[in-house]
């Protein structure tokens, strides 16, 4: 089975600090990983998928991860926080053949501070 | 190009009560996926929709079900409703086809469905 655990259930960084989210997951064949953001009262927004391509997967708003076999580590990273950036993020794991069922982490909440 | 809907964005209903609620799915998906999110959780599958057949279910009862027509659009039906019920109801849609699975799925704002 398949499962992602999210380190902190809640992280704070100044802005302009470096922002880093860490997620490790379980899976016994090799998974897709997402990172989604969610904002006060809205739905999920996907922010970067890791399809088994390039280990460094670049998204949206300058955030990236890197996907580590052995570290079976997929951590959320940008180098400068900005105000906006205050969210909640989802880290989640799906296999292909697994009728698309999106396992998601319980969460992490950024906060920035001023 | 419309972005995946769900209606209605809030609802209060009593236990035991029924609801429905409701997805439109981005234009050119042919796949929806239901999730639940209870306050402070990550979401969690409920089921996901093909073809107008479930096509694949997470760990909830038979008393939440769906239906999906021909234009792709879904509801989700819950029956007798407990208080646990409350959350943040999710829907997705992603497009599932030859050589193509419906990993990439896009979510809409989400109905709000509070249990008294």
């Known amino acids: 089975a398949q499962s992602v655990t999210q380190l902190g259930s809640h992280v704070s960084v100044s802005e302009g600090a470096l922002v880093l989210l860490r997620c490790n997951y379980s899976?016994?064949?090799?998974?897709?990983l997402f990172w989604y953001v969610q904002y006060p009262n809205q739905g999920l927004q996907l922010l970067l998928k890791?399809?088994?391509?390039?280990?460094l997967v670049k998204g949206i708003n300058g955030f990236e991860a890197e996907f580590k076999k052995s570290e079976t580590s997929f951590h959320l990273t940008k180098p400068s926080a900005h105000m906006s950036d205050a969210a909640e993020y989802f880290c989640?794991?799906?296999?292909?053949?697994?009728?698309?069922?999106?396992?998601f982490g319980s969460g992490t909440r950024l906060s920035i501070r001023p | 190009e419309t972005g995946v809907t769900q209606s209605p964005t809030h609802l209060i209903k009593t236990r035991g009560q029924q609801v429905t609620l409701r997805c439109s799915s981005q234009?050119?998906?042919?796949?929806v996926s239901w999730y639940q999110q209870a306050l402070g959780q990550g979401p969690q599958f409920i089921f996901q929709y093909y073809r107008e057949e479930e096509n694949g279910r997470g760990n909830f009862p038979p008393r939440f079900s769906g239906l999906q027509f021909p234009n792709y659009s879904s509801e989700l039906n819950v029956n007798a409703l407990e208080l646990d019920d409350s959350a943040l109801y999710l829907c997705a849609s992603s497009l599932r086809g030859l050589g193509l699975s419906s990993y990439e799925q896009y979510f809409g704002p989400g109905t709000r469905l509070t249990v008294t």
């Open positions: 989640a794991v799906t296999l292909y053949s697994s009728a698309s069922k999106i396992i």
């Open positions: 899976s016994s064949v090799p998974p897709y």
């Open positions: 234009s050119g998906h042919n796949t």
């Open positions: 890791y399809t088994s391509a390039a280990t």
